[in-house]
């Protein structure tokens, strides 16, 4: 198992790191990583193997986006949403779906994203109110979601809506130039995860087709709780733990290169020796936590979602405080930017607010432990 995660870590030194600090600045997708992603047909680390993919599950793709987000938080969570999409297609998409979209994912020429949130809805975006309506013989989409990750950069996207013919909500695989769809490309200018090209996208009377619907009808709640929980939220967990570990790792660099006048380094002061260890056992445990949890989820443990979500929790406080102890070392070096804290810091404040955010969460996990439903 710590195969693919070191092998993801090389992968991402080469591959993604080198084009980090320009998708910060020009807030704009990593572009460059994704074409090496998809190259190495990384797209395709959880298709099963009969349909070309590298067949491998929750454990790996909490390895591989935590080993992108040591590098770049936002090729990191790009690609958990895009495996997390087609995660749905595998466990819920009919055969002739699978068969339709799954070799083109291994194969590294589709791009998947979620399209969930919405401006009325916020964290829950579970309760959608985008539509669904039939008239006459055709399926039409209408509304607007808010905050789509990859918009315009991805080629399909799972958009989660009312469902038209059945109780409870549809998830269904919309191409991103379908008429009618359309993007505001203004829309983004985050305070971190600045290449996540974030945007609304709007549906104006989509026709779309029943067999484009991911599942039976009416089971996109179950998806979302079945399926997209579990990936999207140890996904996370990943995430903001491969934030920390980017800071720890900087910051104990720079503290063994920053000389004084006198040549002594400022990792012998005894104050910085005492945030280094703190960091370090912040961001490591973070990283232990993540992939505990991974491993529960896919052994099916009992508590599984607990630990999950608690992991996810975890890594999103760490991630802070290990980015502010961090700039502390840093000091006005770190402040003015010329290592990399700054950004990581602005990464890491995202933790709190992405959807679902920590206050949903930490409900989340007190109902888990103590047998109530979720949500």
């Excluded at 291994?106 to 994203?113: D, F, I, K, Q, T």
């Excluded at 998830?171 to 996540?196: H, P, Y």
């Excluded at 290169?257 to 400022?266: H, V």
């Amino acid at each position: 198992m710590e195969n693919i995660y070191n092998k993801m870590i090389d992968f991402a030194k080469k591959d993604i790191a080198p084009y980090t600090d320009k998708v910060d600045e020009d807030a704009k997708f990593p572009v460059d990583s994704f074409e090496a992603i998809k190259k190495e047909k990384f797209t395709g680390l959880i298709v099963p193997k009969e349909y070309g993919g590298m067949g491998l599950g929750l454990e790996e793709h909490t390895q591989t986006v935590l080993a992108f987000a040591s590098s770049c938080a936002t090729t990191g969570l790009c690609y958990m949403m895009h495996n997390v999409a087609t995660m749905c297609i595998v466990a819920f998409g009919s055969d002739e779906m699978k068969n339709d979209y799954l070799p083109k994912i291994a194969n590294g020429e589709l791009l998947l994203a979620l399209a969930f949130s919405e401006t009325g809805t916020g964290t829950h975006f579970y309760n959608p109110e985008i539509t669904v309506t039939k008239k006459d013989d055709t399926l039409l989409m209408n509304g607007r979601k808010s905050f789509v990750t990859s918009a315009l950069y991805a080629d399909f996207y799972l958009v989660l809506a009312g469902s038209f013919d059945a109780e409870g909500l549809d998830n269904w695989i919309i191409k991103k130039d379908l008429s009618g769809v359309s993007f505001e490309e203004t829309a983004w200018n985050g305070l971190g995860m600045r290449g996540n090209a974030s945007m609304p996208m709007l549906f104006n009377n989509v026709s779309v087709d029943v067999e484009n619907r991911v599942g039976p009808a009416g089971s996109g709640a179950q998806q979302v709780f079945t399926v997209v929980a579990p990936f999207f939220v140890i996904g996370l967990s990943a995430v903001y733990t491969g934030v920390a570990l980017n800071a720890c790792n900087t910051i104990i660099e720079y503290s063994q290169a920053r000389k004084y006048s006198d040549e002594s380094a400022l990792c012998t002061i005894s104050t910085v020796q005492n945030h280094i260890a703190d960091i370090f056992t912040n961001a490591t445990s973070a990283k232990h936590f993540t992939l505990a949890a991974a491993k529960s989820g896919a052994c099916g443990d009992e508590d599984a979602l607990a630990q999950i979500i608690a992991a996810r929790l975890n890594a999103s406080n760490m991630a802070v405080e290990v980015c502010s102890k961090a700039m502390k070392i840093g000091g006005g070096t770190a402040y003015a930017k010329r290592i990399i804290i700054e950004r990581l810091l602005r990464d890491a404040y995202a933790a709190q607010v992405m959807a679902p955010s920590t206050d949903v969460l930490s409900i989340w996990l007190g109902k888990a432990l103590t047998n109530q439903p979720i949500p």
